[in-house]
């Protein structure tokens, strides 16, 4: 009973470099979101897919593209990271709009 | 504005006390309401949904005050175990706001 699964756990990069962060949900949700946790600032929304084939800009979007591969799948790419991005990442999904999000237990990303 | 606004405390009670934690919203077309807890480092999980009628669940307790546009979490008898990040969640649409949640820590 996996729920939802984030990988990478940890990453540290270097400025400049990419990489992309990996979400899978066996759930059977339609919707799936990427968001972005710094101190004091709460959750914020990056992107999110509210169905398969669908991409959605949030709060915070700039230097991330996203891709809902399939129902299950949505990731998240950081094509040239800077310190900026430094911070812990967690995917979610929901079946339907009124329900609670479960959420992925992070990516800690540090950018140097 | 923030469409959640949230008090972050800290909140640091004694074990049995009663503590409450308030909300507001600033979207009057905001659809559903939830409560997460959050402990240190990890993934918020969802503590209780907030119905109109006020909901309970042990020693906890939700409302929501649609007219005045907040939310609340009453937490009785508190425990050690309740030492936690509590977050507010609003759905509006396809999207959810999060407040920056309050610290609640429960001392011995």
């Known amino acids: 009973n996996a729920g939802v699964t984030q990988t990478p756990k940890f990453q540290v990069l270097k400025t400049g470099q990419s990489m992309t962060l990996q979400c899978a949900q066996d759930m059977n949700h339609n919707s799936m979101y990427w968001y972005r946790q710094d101190p004091g600032m709460g959750l914020r929304l990056i992107y999110y897919s509210a169905s398969e084939g669908t991409t959605d800009k949030g709060e915070v979007p700039n230097g991330y593209n996203v891709s809902r591969l399939n129902k299950r799948e949505f990731s998240l790419r950081l094509e040239s990271a800077a310190p900026s991005q430094t911070s812990v990442y967690f995917c979610a999904s929901i079946f339907a709009s009124n329900q609670p999000q479960h959420f992925g237990d992070g990516t800690r990303l540090s950018i140097l | 504005r923030k469409e959640v606004e949230q008090d972050p405390g800290p909140f640091n009670v004694p074990e049995g006390a009663t503590v409450a934690f308030n909300c507001t919203y600033s979207?009057?077309?905001?659809?559903?309401f939830f409560w997460y807890r959050q402990d240190c480092r990890k993934e918020p999980k969802l503590l209780m949904s907030v119905y109109s009628s006020g909901n309970e669940d042990g020693r906890f307790t939700a409302q929501l005050n649609r007219a005045s546009q907040y939310i609340s979490l009453l937490i009785r008898d508190s425990k050690l175990s309740d030492s936690a990040t509590y977050l507010c969640?609003?759905?509006?649409?396809?999207?959810?706001?999060f407040g920056t949640g309050t610290s609640l820590t429960v001392i011995p």
């Open positions: 969640a609003v759905n509006l649409g396809n999207q959810f706001y």
């Open positions: 979207n009057s077309a905001s659809q559903s």
